[in-house]
């Protein structure tokens, strides 16, 4: 069964860290490029990150770059988003996505499987 299942989230300050992950199955991770987005209320789904099938090379929304980190882990069949400095603006449901296409888009149209959503608080 291809599937996405994530964990981590949860309630941190403003300045600390928390860690997404994204357990892939019916597929491999290196196999496709993989990215998150995050959906805060009354507002539409973005694009965080996302890691290419090739070379794992890593792309950010200019509000994430330099504090978020997307990563691979292809012997777990793992995808992880490393959040660092964390603001009230990344206040948000975080999900993890498969992309369709050979290389990863930000449109999230072009994601076909999605994670089930994660909760993630940062309170000033």
């Known amino acids: 069964q291809v599937q996405l299942v994530q964990s981590g989230g949860g309630l941190v300050r403003t300045g600390g860290s928390l860690r997404l992950s994204c357990a892939a199955s019916?597929?491999?991770?290196?196999?496709?490029?993989l990215a998150w987005f995050r959906q805060a209320p009354g507002e539409e789904r973005a694009f965080v990150a996302a890691i290419s099938r090739i070379n794992g090379a890593t792309y950010y929304a200019d509000s994430v770059q330099d504090r978020f980190t997307i990563s691979r882990e292809n012997v777990k069949n793992m995808v992880y988003l490393e959040m660092n400095k964390l603001k009230p603006g990344d206040t948000a449901v975080y999900y993890c996505a498969r992309c369709q296409l050979d290389l990863a888009s930000m449109d999230p149209k072009y994601y076909d499987v999605w994670g089930q959503g994660t909760q993630v608080t940062v309170s000033s």
């Open positions: 019916g597929f491999t991770v290196d196999s496709v490029p």
